[in-house]
């Protein structure tokens, strides 16, 4: 179950998340074999004046930002697949979101099969499920 938690820069904006969440549920899916119907994404706005690198605001630079966090079972996808995952995730957001600060990221959580599930069933019970 692939959790996604993306924090945009700027004011809530509905469109550009009906927009993105589509796009980046696909790509992740596709990239890192999930399934849709199990994914979970979040999302949530930051004004500019309160994000900063390096001691200045996204205000300051006159740019945006996101930050988008992903949590999957570890041991389930290639270093290769995350480096893809990566790339594509940022290229993604930065053409959808426009104007981006080089600083915006991607971080990938591994959590341990043991420590992470849904429904309250760990994943690692579920491996071990026929």
Not at 70 to 87: G, M, S
């Amino acid at each position: 179950m692939p959790a996604i938690s993306l924090t945009i820069s700027g004011h809530s904006n509905p469109k550009l998340v009906r927009s993105i969440i589509p796009k980046l549920t696909a790509m992740t899916c596709g990239v890192l074999d999930k399934r849709p119907e199990q994914t979970l994404v979040m999302v949530q706005f930051l004004p500019h004046e309160l994000w900063f690198i390096s001691k200045r605001s996204l205000s300051d630079y006159g740019r945006n930002s996101f930050r988008l966090e992903f949590t999957i079972t570890d041991e389930t996808n290639t270093k290769t697949q995350k480096a893809r995952y990566q790339q594509e995730a940022f290229e993604l957001l930065a053409s959808e979101i426009g104007n981006v600060h080089l600083h915006s990221n991607v971080h990938v959580n591994n959590c341990r099969a043991s420590a992470y599930g849904y429904g309250g069933m760990i994943q690692e019970y579920k491996f071990h499920q026929p």
